[in-house]
């Protein structure tokens, strides 16, 4: 499940906050004053207005979470690696989930996570598959979910951000940033935002030392996904 987060000011707990303030103020003066006493009056009201101002300045904003949800027709988890001899292969995760808070208009305090179940690997062929799967690499008995959580984001221009996080991979958890393209795409209902996340990941840094050099010692990594909301 995916979710934006937005601002709201002055909720109704707010506004009975400074009502209850102006009737303890009209107490102290009295109500319906004679002409002698506008003066008072109007002192009233000047009074009136500071406690109003001065309570929104101060009090805390509240905050509401507008959900979005992921589109899995548009997501993908991929990657690719090359090795000497041999064509780049290239292989999906299947079974994922994630979560984002998103700040449109402080896009330094967005936050996104995901979670890759190791053994749902495709590469297409099922040797290839069990191989990965096996202690040589993923070892997804013992490592069954691969993680990353965002530590820092940085907005490069409208369309672009770097994404900093924690990976935590066959029990190693290690720093990468990931670029991030962002945009609108058409949606039946509602609107949509899609992500292209691609970085890169040293395997021998998460203790995955087999082949190298001969299997490349970089993995390139691609994520696609869309969130959809109908508000």
């Known amino acids: 499940m995916f979710f934006i987060e937005s601002k709201i000011i002055a909720p109704p707990s707010r506004l009975a906050g400074?009502?209850?303030?102006?009737?303890?103020?009209?107490?102290?003066?009295?109500?319906?004053?004679?002409?002698?006493?506008?003066a008072r009056l109007r002192?009233?009201?000047?009074?009136?207005w500071m406690a109003a101002i001065l309570f929104f300045a101060w009090a805390p904003t509240?905050?509401?979470?507008?959900?979005?949800?992921?589109?899995?027709?548009?997501t993908s988890i991929g990657f690719k690696i090359n090795a000497v001899g041999f064509p780049t292969t290239r292989g999906y995760f299947n079974r994922y989930s994630g979560?984002?808070?998103?700040?449109?208009?402080?896009?330094?305090?967005s936050y996104a996570s995901f979670t890759v179940e190791a053994a749902s690997v495709d590469l297409g062929s099922k040797s290839f598959d069990d191989f990965v799967k096996s202690p040589a690499l993923l070892n997804v008995q013992k490592y069954p979910i691969?993680?990353?959580?965002?530590?820092?984001?940085?907005?490069?221009?409208?369309?672009?951000?770097?994404?900093?996080?924690?990976?935590?991979?066959?029990?190693?958890?290690?720093?990468?940033?990931?670029?991030?393209?962002?945009g609108t795409t058409p949606s039946p209902k509602g609107r949509a935002l899609a992500f292209l996340a691609t970085g890169t990941i040293t395997r021998?840094?998460?203790?995955?030392?087999?082949?190298?050099?001969?299997?490349?010692?970089?993995?390139?990594?691609?994520?696609?996904?869309?969130?959809?909301t109908d508000e």
């Open 62 to 74: 509240a905050t509401a979470v507008q959900a979005w949800r992921i589109d899995e027709a548009h």
């Open 43 to 48: 002192e009233l009201r000047v009074w009136i």
């Open 18 to 38: 400074v009502a209850a303030a102006r009737e303890r103020l009209i107490g102290n003066y009295g109500s319906g004053a004679p002409l002698a006493h506008c």
């Open 99 to 109: 979560r984002m808070l998103i700040d449109l208009d402080h896009p330094a305090k």
């Open 146 to 182: 691969l993680a990353f959580t965002s530590t820092q984001v940085e907005k490069r221009d409208a369309r672009t951000a770097l994404v900093a996080g924690n990976l935590t991979m066959i029990g190693v958890t290690k720093p990468i940033t990931l670029t991030v393209d962002v």
């Open 204 to 228: 021998s840094d998460f203790g995955m030392i087999f082949g190298v050099p001969i299997i490349d010692n970089t993995i390139e990594i691609t994520v696609k996904t869309r969130a959809l």
